[in-house]
């Protein structure tokens, strides 16, 4: 919110924002808009109608996807869980939302635990012990971010438990045990397009162009099989 309220006061032309919470920032974006500046959000988003427009992955699809994923790889039944980065972040709530919502079509398929480890990798890895001591018949997890999927990795390891992880974003560790065959795959983002379509946006509103009240930026599935597609590989970062 510091951050935001620096923004506001160098009167820019134009403010792109990604918010951690998605509610909080209210107070500042009415000043945005009674400055007149026109916002662009991006990422996650924010629960206001302020924004012209908000260019982001469809993060319920993105999660759903992964969901069909770890169905297959799971034989399509079983017990899986969930370890979420927060539930009061957009991108948080999709992806919890599109992977639960996704996973009831796959009626023996049952998620025993949704759990919030806040990204950090230590806490998200405390969570997954503590999911794979209660059900040890486990036969996946799904971390929803970086932090969240490393943390699981982590623990599974660990304990020394042989099960389906699918992870979203990239990040070196993700990508170092996709590679080695530890995690399944993961979820990226579009982060260049993201970025370009935020910029691209916020011409268009200081212009006073429409826009759509949404940007689908995009997603990819990625796993050892394709991970050094050039398609796939410009959108994982280290």
Avoid at 106 to 135: F, M, P
Wanted: no cysteine; glycine share 10%.
């Amino acid at each position: 919110l510091d951050q935001l309220q620096a923004a506001l006061d160098a009167k820019p032309i134009a403010i792109g924002l990604a918010a951690l919470d998605t509610g909080a920032a209210e107070p500042i974006l009415q000043k945005i808009e009674a400055a007149n500046i026109p916002l662009v959000a991006f990422d996650s988003g924010v629960d206001s109608v302020i924004p012209r427009t908000t260019a982001t992955t469809d993060n319920v699809a993105a999660a759903g996807l992964a969901a069909d994923k770890m169905a297959e790889l799971i034989g399509k039944s079983g017990e899986v869980a969930i370890v979420v980065h927060d539930d009061h972040s957009r991108t948080g709530i999709d992806r919890r939302d599109g992977f639960v919502k996704r996973m009831k079509t796959y009626h023996d398929i049952k998620i025993v635990s949704v759990q919030y480890g806040g990204g950090d990798k230590a806490k998200s890895g405390e969570i997954t012990k503590a999911i794979l001591e209660q059900y040890p018949e486990i036969k996946g997890i799904f971390g929803a971010n970086e932090g969240s999927a490393i943390g699981v990795l982590n623990a599974v390891k660990e304990m020394q438990k042989k099960i389906v992880i699918i992870g979203y974003d990239s990040g070196k560790e993700q990508k170092a045990a996709v590679a080695s065959g530890e995690m399944a795959g993961a979820i990226s983002q579009n982060p260049v397009g993201m970025g370009y379509k935020t910029v691209e946006a916020a011409v268009k509103a200081i212009k006073g162009e429409q826009l759509p009240k949404v940007i689908d930026t995009g997603f990819y599935w990625w796993d050892k099989n394709n991970m050094n597609d050039p398609k796939i590989s410009a959108v994982l970062y280290d």
